[in-house]
């Protein structure tokens, strides 16, 4: 194997690190999972970099051989003694220091998630898409004529921290009415316990009773609302009304062909999608930003796969060569 064309593609998430040897027919050569640790210190850097040289070893293939190293990360800040910085960047400086001569590219999961789309599903549609991952936190990534779009400093598209005014809730970024506090996946039982304590509707039985905020995952209230419960339901509407709030700007600000909407809280509702989409039209100013089609995403855990296409046309980039032909033959 040493001698064919291999990328390296890291995808890093609060669960695991993920490596992978790609080639590049966009094919996984060989591939190791283990558990990440902490993003509060280097240990989680030291410890992809002992995950790939593993993958490395165990498939004979040298790291001087390797044309490029991709990276998808949370898009995290990271406080350091003397300055802070994100944590795509933290990796890339370090993978750089470890493989000076080797292309490093790394950006957030949620930017990397919308180039994946980008060349899988929709390789010949749309130009322009916005990609919204709705899990525990709320994130989002932009893809503008086949290229991502990071932002001038690397940090666009964070839609999880836009305001919504109403509620008034603090969010962990020390803001107050961020999105995040009104449809955030890990925040969703916490309402559901307020508006319990709040609304103490009559004769209502919770689907809860006897469990407290930390028994119940985001998953369930999703269920609980499905199947009819009055004050999941609610947490329901507030999530997807909010969620709407922001698209409606994604739309009137960048008014992209498509909005595809993946992540663990989607997944957990059949009609969230729907019910986002047609919330979000309600706020839209003119006919044409109704064109932008909002509907579920098609693939999983698509990080990885962004990961190798970043760096793999920033190789080919590098060469003077395009890549269009050679990622539209990338199978998932
Ligand atoms: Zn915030």
Redo the contacts with the bound molecule.
Sequence with gaps: MSNDELYVAIDVDVVDTWVALVNPFGQIKGDLKKPSHSFKEDRGIKSAIAIMQELLKSKSVKPENIRGIGISTPMLEVKMKDRSTVLPFLYMAHFKHEFPNTLVRAAADVTLMALAEFNITYQSAPKSLYYLNWGSGIGGGIVLNGRIWPGAHGVASNI??LPIKGVGMK?????TD?L??YAAGEILPIHYFKMLESMKPKNYKSPFEGKSQKDVTFIDIMKASAAGDVIATKVFDMATTAMAKALSIVVNLFNPELILIGGAVAGASSDLVNMVSQKTKTDLMFPETHKTAIVPSKIHRAGLLGAYQFVFANAKAQQGKKVGKALKAVKK
Excluded: F, I, K, L
């Design positions: 999880g921290h969010c962990w970024c020390g803001h961020c995040t506090t």
